[in-house]
């Protein structure tokens, strides 16, 4: 499966951004998948996933009840709805995807990965 992030911008904190991750090339509702992010000089880390059917989705604490992650199998396109932005948000992020019945947490456990997006947050 391929995948192309968008959505990234230049934000003032307190804004929102809503990125988009669309997949082609297989069955996209057979995949989990996850956002991640890596800002500059730190390891990439874990935003948020959504199973295949959309029914469960998981967060890190540092993004729960500002972030919603959202997918339209339809439309092959996962969301992530970035809400209450701060400066620490500074990140490319990056969608991925994995066959898999539950939530994948690891960047390691994902098997196809987009090309990022830049999300920028002023003070």
């Known amino acids: 499966v391929q995948l192309q992030a968008s959505g990234g911008g230049l934000v003032q904190a307190g804004g929102s951004l809503r990125l988009s991750c669309a997949a082609s090339?297989?069955?996209?509702?057979?995949?989990?998948v996850g956002w991640f992010r890596q800002a500059p000089g730190k390891e990439r880390e874990f935003v948020a996933t959504?199973?295949?059917?959309?029914?469960?989705?998981g967060y890190a604490d540092s993004v729960k009840g500002r972030f919603a992650i959202s997918r339209d199998n339809a439309k092959n396109t996962v969301y992530l709805q970035m809400n209450s932005l701060k400066p620490e948000d500074t990140a490319v992020y990056y969608c991925a995807a994995v066959a898999s019945y539950g939530l994948e947490y690891k960047g390691t456990d994902y098997d196809y990965w987009g090309q990022g997006t830049q999300v920028t947050v002023s003070s």
């Open positions: 090339g297989r069955t996209f509702s057979y995949y989990t």
């Open positions: 959504i199973m295949r059917s959309g029914g469960r989705t």
